[in-house]
């Protein structure tokens, strides 16, 4: 049996001139995507729907689509259902919720999942304000900058602090577009590496290609200790002068000795 074929602009709640989800109390769907929201241009993404065993049909919606998207129906009845993109394009990018149809009637829409495509534009330069080598404990500032007049930058980050943060971009004197992104306090923990991404006001789902990885270097703020060390130099020097001073009087000794017997 071939598997139904279903076109389906998530222009609000309906199916058609005739046709409404009525929202009922059934439990409310669940939305992901694998490997994750923030998918490579070319590479392949497959979003989830989870509702429940009931389930006889699966409806994915994506808002204000550029291009109708294709839903399928399971052939048999389960939990959840799959939307697999073979090839990430700018199409594809935007907001998706999806829904199901049990013999109770019809559930609500899902959360909003929001896929991303990057590798568009130029690529934007990272730095570190005033340097990539940070004191634990202190703030330090991430600069996005490129010459292309992103509307906004977008900072990732796979280390301790792992998440993303998005920034205004401002227009400098030079004609350079930047966003500056306060970071802190920098822990100890040994890895704190981030990227930029910049994308246009009109296309927030289109990233640009990342930036090349910025990681700061913890400088070691520690106050160490030298008193035992301290205490070992003191003992040996001290050792060295009692043995000095045992041979200069022995030599000292030796030499009265042979002056009182040349007297003799």
């Not at 058609?16 to 994750?36: F, K, Q």
């Not at 100890?188 to 700061?216: I, K, M």
């Not at 070992?232 to 001290?238: L, P």
Request: net charge positive; with cysteine.
């Amino acid at each position: 049996m071939i598997p139904t074929l279903i076109v389906l602009l998530c222009l609000g709640l309906r199916l058609g001139p005739r046709t409404t989800l009525v929202a009922g109390s059934l439990p409310i769907p669940t939305i992901w995507a694998e490997p994750g929201t923030v998918v490579t241009k070319g590479k392949p993404v497959t979003i989830w729907c989870l509702g429940t065993q009931e389930a006889q049909k699966y409806y994915l919606c994506k808002k204000e689509s550029l291009k109708p998207q294709e839903m399928y129906i399971p052939l048999e009845p389960g939990n959840k259902t799959n939307f697999s993109i073979p090839f990430m394009t700018e199409y594809y990018a935007g907001l998706y919720r999806c829904c199901y149809q049990s013999p109770s009637g019809w559930s609500e829409y899902s959360d909003s999942l929001e896929l991303v495509v990057t590798g568009f534009y130029g690529k934007p330069s990272i730095s570190a304000l005033p340097s990539t080598l940070v004191t634990p404990g202190r703030n330090v500032t991430i600069q996005c900058s490129s010459q292309q007049g992103y509307g906004k930058y977008i900072l990732t980050s796979d280390g301790e602090q792992s998440g993303s943060w998005v920034q205004d971009s401002q227009r400098q004197s030079n004609g350079h577009f930047r966003a500056l992104f306060p970071v802190g306090p920098v822990t100890s923990n040994p890895r704190w590496e981030f990227r930029c991404y910049g994308y246009y006001q009109r296309t927030s789902h289109v990233w640009s290609v990342p930036s090349d990885a910025l990681q700061l270097q913890l400088l070691d703020s520690q106050p160490q200790d030298h008193t035992m060390e301290n205490l070992i130099r003191m003992a040996v020097a001290g050792l060295v002068l009692v043995v000095l001073g045992f041979l200069l009087f022995e030599n000292w000794h030796s030499q009265r000795r042979t002056e009182m017997e040349a007297r003799r």
